[in-house]
């Protein structure tokens, strides 16, 4: 799960089990809009008992669930591997003023410091305010 606009890769291990060379005709995803795909460090063929590394990259487009299928397609048999993938869209948020300090109090009211978390599409604004009480001793 990732804020809309920003990105998330995943490495997925693609490994030959079989008695002979793996050729690797395409790696594809389902849903180009949401997800990406690139081979990594698999080539075109993978030889017996090797692995290789594929990226799948998530970035979606709008606050929502979504599915895709990564699919190898391959010369063994059944011609095509796959895998599913899910992502979930959230709310983008940013915080302002990142860190809030605090000094000693010199009456015994202490201090109140306010944090302000933003909706980044500006629809929503939700204030935090976190108080220290201090005593005078």
Not at 13 to 40: E, H, K, M, W
Not at 65 to 92: I, Q
Not at 103 to 118: F, N, S
Request: with cysteine; charged share 5%.
């Amino acid at each position: 799960d990732i804020a809309v606009g920003r990105t998330n890769t995943t490495l997925f291990s693609l490994t030959n089990n079989g008695y002979g060379p793996l050729t690797i005709n395409d790696i594809t995803v389902s849903d180009i809009a949401n997800f990406s795909v690139s081979r990594g460090t698999c080539g075109s063929s993978l030889a017996v008992n090797d692995s290789c590394s594929i990226a799948v990259t998530f970035q979606p487009q709008s606050v929502n669930t979504f599915t895709s299928t990564l699919t190898v397609a391959h010369n063994a048999l059944g011609g095509s591997s796959s895998a599913s993938l899910s992502g979930k869209g959230l709310v983008p948020l940013s915080v302002a003023p990142t860190t809030l300090s605090f000094t000693p109090a010199t009456a015994p009211t202490g201090l109140v410091r306010t944090a302000t978390i933003t909706e980044l599409s500006g629809n929503t604004s939700i204030s935090v305010t976190s108080s220290l009480l201090m005593a005078n001793t």
